[in-house]
Nanobody, 115 residues
Framework: QVQLVESGGGLVQAGGSLRLSCAAS????????MGWYRQAPGKQRELVAA???????NYADSAKGRFTISRDNAKNTVYLQMSSLKPDDTAVYYCYIRNPTVVYWGQGTQVTVSS
């Protein structure tokens, strides 16, 4: 069984920063991609950032230049450093781990950016 535990969400003013963490526990044989989705009220779920096992990264256009995704393979942890936050970044952020055969999801952490 694999469990993903997210942390680091909270309330921050526009222009501030937050660092999200997602730590996976359990037996994980292989991890191809780790990343973050977000879901905001009235908006569709979108992929924010992803990082592959080769440390190749991909970002949503809205996140480019402001967010940085990284991973610590020894800890089975993925991070999302968010800077210059905007109210539109307010959402529940869900981390995921994509194996060759299965996808694991975190429960989500709330990020609220006030104006």
């Amino acid at each position: 069984q694999v469990q993903l535990v997210e942390s680091g969400g909270g309330l921050v003013q526009a222009g501030g920063s937050l660092r999200l963490s997602c730590a996976a526990s359990g037996s994980i044989a292989s991890i191809n991609t780790m990343g973050w989705y977000r879901q905001a009220p009235g908006k569709q779920r979108e992929l924010v950032a992803a990082i592959t096992s080769a440390d190749s990264t991909n970002y949503a256009d809205s996140a480019k230049g402001r967010f940085t995704i990284s991973r610590d393979n020894a800890k089975n942890t993925v991070y999302l450093q968010m800077s210059s936050l905007k109210p539109d970044d307010t959402a529940v952020y869900y981390c995921y781990i994509r194996n060759p055969t299965v996808v694991y999801w975190g429960q989500g952490t709330q990020v609220t950016v006030s104006s």
